[in-house]
């Protein structure tokens, strides 16, 4: 990593608080690196070798099984991923890849173990990011379980333009395909659920969501009685 990078990646937040000398010793071992559209970052089944952090991009994590896959999650800026599988030393559940132009933070994941053991304040960091992914779990499963298919867009529409400062017109990150998959849905069905959205408060042109009645999109969403977690 080039001397010039390494304030800016250590106000990243997994490292914001950590002891000086212990977070320049996890940068000096760590690469900054910009990868292309479509390139696989890891496969299902791996070993974790590296703690990945997106800084700039936007990338996927999905399964593959039976010739079939499915989206897992849509990574964006800043975030870590997957974190339970460095601090476990256990295989990937999940495969990454870039969507756009990355810059990706590699962190040796023996590194990564060796400095949690040691460092306090990226122990708990690290805790914060695993209970945070374990509640975005338990939130997704009440939305598959709870919601149907215009529901849960909904809710995903209001989610996201919360995460943009309450924005009421955004473009989606993703294909449309990505995102009906993400949420358990068919391309043919998410078409479907935009349609019916139009009564409910969105305009849709290509990519460009607009929210034109929250309060309409809230009723028909039913949100959760918790406000997501960030």
């Given at each position: 990593m080039?001397?010039?990078?390494k304030?800016e ?7 914001g608080d950590?002891?000086e000398g212990?977070?320049?010793?996890v940068?000096?071992g760590?690469?900054l690196?910009?990868?292309p559209?479509q ?5 299902t089944g791996?070993r ?6 997106l ?10 099984a039976?010739?079939?896959d499915?989206?897992m ?6 975030t ?5 599988a460095?601090?476990t030393?256990l ?5 990454a ?6 810059r990706?933070l590699l ?5 990564m173990?060796e400095v949690?053991?040691?460092?306090t ?5 690290t805790m914060?990011?695993?209970a945070?992914?374990?509640r975005d ?10 919601r149907?298919?215009a529901?849960r867009?909904?809710n995903?529409?209001l989610?996201?333009s ?5 924005a009421n017109?955004f473009?989606?990150?993703?294909e449309?395909r990505?995102?009906?998959?993400l949420l358990?849905m068919?391309p043919e ?20 969501v607009?929210i ?8 028909f969403?039913?949100p959760d ?5 960030r």
């Open positions: 080039r001397i010039g990078e304030p990646i250590a106000r990243l937040p997994l490292f950590m002891d212990m977070c320049e010793r940068l000096s760590s690469f690196q910009v990868f559209p390139l696989t970052l890891f496969e791996q974790a070798d590296f703690l990945h952090v800084v700039d991009g936007l990338a996927e994590l999905y399964v593959t039976s010739g079939r499915t989206t999650r849509i990574v964006e800026p800043v870590s991923f997957i974190l339970a460095v601090v030393d295989p990937y559940l999940m495969s890849r870039t969507l756009v132009p990355s990706v962190v040796p994941a023996a590194l173990r949690i053991r040691k460092d304040a990226l122990m708990q960091a914060h990011e695993l945070l992914g374990y779990f338990v939130r997704a499963l009440t939305d598959l379980k709870l149907q298919s529901e867009l909904a995903h529409l989610d996201y919360a995460q943009r400062g309450g017109a473009e989606l990150g993703g449309k990505m995102v009906a998959s358990g068919t069905n998410l078409s479907r659920a935009f349609g019916t959205l139009r009564s409910h408060g969105i305009e849709i042109s290509g990519a460009r607009q034109t009645d929250r309060a309409a999109l809230a009723a969403a039913r009685l918790v406000p997501p977690d």
